[in-house]
């Protein structure tokens, strides 16, 4: 299936450090063997970043962050709806993204 310009403009769109820091995150999360974590982090967020260009997915990973956040000063952040509508978002088009990946 060929890559439209808009997707193609997606996927290039991530910056580097994006990239790497979502991949050592992934890691991270999936501990053993490396090089095998590594590949599959990576192609992890090239899957993301065919979903959503990178401003969307700054906004919906962070929302994704803040729902963890604890105590009362974290609910500013955390209870919002929209917060909620965009953390369940980024949860879906990474679920997405690690399964094209095969990752665990």
Known sequence: MPVTAN????????????????VLECMQAH?????ESFYKCSCAIDEIAKQAAFNEYAE????????RLGGERGAEFRDPAQVKVMAKKYKDIETR???ACFLK
């Open 7 to 22: 997707a193609a403009a997606h996927v290039s769109d991530f910056p580097t450090t994006t990239r790497v820091e979502y």
């Open 31 to 35: 501990p053993g063997k490396n090089y």
């Open 60 to 67: 919906i990973s962070t929302a994704s962050k803040y729902l």
């Open 97 to 99: 993204a690690a399964n």
